[in-house]
């Protein structure tokens, strides 16, 4: 239980930021844990894949774009391995010392990516997650909804036109995976909360405060 600033408790929760590249989602994920910080609560903020040791090491692999052949099935599971050890190395332990956990993409973006971009079959990809994850499913999703086009240039000004391995696959499938995110929302919208991302960061930002406050305050 964390203790906000006027002395009413907003428990622990675990927020997620998915959305396609360039979206904008760690620039939000600083933003809300300053805002939740400021108000009392404890908070961390992690990415996937990464936050751990492994996970980290998997990220280079994953995003180098020199690890030429992956298999779209090898690629589902070293996601689903990083996030199998963040959740039990990192997110759990957090939840249960009152601590909320922001995290930079989460098991959507398995779904968006590896069954909607790479057309792997979704229960495949849904009982990974489950292997992954257990029980734990995010208490808020925010999806930074962008067009893919806006997007991707955006990465290639962020990286100085070094586009990771996914960055470099084409339109069509960064058009798949936001078509997927948008479905994800539509069919739980209770999870979800879905921002345009082309706009003002600082509305963006002051948005998703609003709807954590009155999710969760
Ligand atoms: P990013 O954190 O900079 O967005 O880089 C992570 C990349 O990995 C991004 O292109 C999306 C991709 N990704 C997947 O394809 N599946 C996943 O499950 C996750 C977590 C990321």
Redesign the pocket.
């Known amino acids: 239980m964390a203790l906000v600033g006027n002395g009413y408790v907003m428990k622990a929760k675990l927020i997620t930021f998915e959305g396609g ?1 360039g979206a904008g989602k760690s620039t939000q994920l600083s933003c809300l844990a300053k805002n939740l910080e400021n108000s009392g609560s404890r908070v961390i903020g992690l ?3 990464g936050g751990t040791v492994l996970g980290e090491q998997l990220r280079a692999v ?2 180098n774009p020199a690890t030429k052949s992956v298999e779209p099935e090898t690629e589902a599971l070293l ?1 689903a391995a990083c996030r199998a050890q963040l959740v039990r190395e990192v997110i759990l332990p957090a939840l249960a010392a009152g601590t909320f956990v922001l995290c ?2 989460f098991i959507d ?2 779904v968006a ?2 069954a909607g971009g790479r057309g792997l079959n979704r229960e495949q990809i849904d009982a990974a997650n489950r292997l992954a994850c257990g029980t734990l499913r995010p208490d808020l999703t925010i999806l930074l909804d962008l067009d893919p086009d806006r997007g991707l240039s955006r990465a290639a000004v962020r990286d100085h036109g070094q586009a ?1 391995r ?1 960055e470099l696959l084409g339109k069509d499938f960064h058009r798949k995976v936001r078509a997927t995110y948008r479905q994800l929302a539509a069919d739980e919208p209770g999870r979800f909360l879905v921002v345009d991302a082309n706009r003002d960061p600082n509305l963006i930002a002051e948005e998703i405060w609003h709807e954590v406050r009155r999710r969760f305050s």
Request: cysteine-free; proline content about 7%.
């Open positions: 590249e990415r996937e894949p994953l995003k996601f930079d993409r973006s398995t990516y590896q990771d996914f």
